[in-house]
């Protein structure tokens, strides 16, 4: 079993940025891609950013490539978001896929953090 939990949310101004955590308990998830999704109220969960193991490739969702960046160390993976808009608001999930490489389908994901809170007024 693995277990992620999530870190550095909060409420912020439009502009602000923040870095989330993901602290992995377990060594295994080193050799498997990760990535970051959110669901913002009333929407469904959404991609935002994957990272494949030893951080060789990445993806972005359109919508934060140029604000946010993913990254990853001894299993624990980061989201670095910058210049963060109110629409950016949502719960943001840490993942660890099957397989070794990034992907943006929530499908190939099968571990789940519980999720930290954004918030971003304008």
């Known amino acids: 079993q693995v277990q992620l939990v999530e870190s550095g949310g909060g409420l912020v101004q439009a502009g602000d940025s923040l870095r989330l955590s993901c602290t992995v308990a377990?060594?295994?998830?080193?050799?498997?891609?990760m990535g970051w999704f959110r669901r913002a109220p009333g929407k469904e969960r959404e991609f935002v950013a994957s990272?494949?193991?030893?951080?060789?490739n990445t993806l972005y969702a359109d919508s934060v490539k140029g604000r946010f960046t993913i990254s990853r160390d001894s299993g624990n993976l980061y989201l670095q978001m910058d210049n963060l808009k109110p629409e950016d608001t949502a719960v943001y999930y840490c993942?660890?896929?099957?397989?070794?490489?990034?992907?943006?389908?929530?499908?190939?994901?099968?571990?789940w953090g519980w999720g930290t809170q954004v918030t971003v007024s304008s």
């Open positions: 993942a660890v896929a099957r397989g070794s490489y990034a992907s943006s389908t929530s499908s190939q994901y099968n571990y």
């Open positions: 377990r060594r295994t998830a080193s050799n498997n891609g």
């Open positions: 990272i494949a193991y030893r951080g060789g």
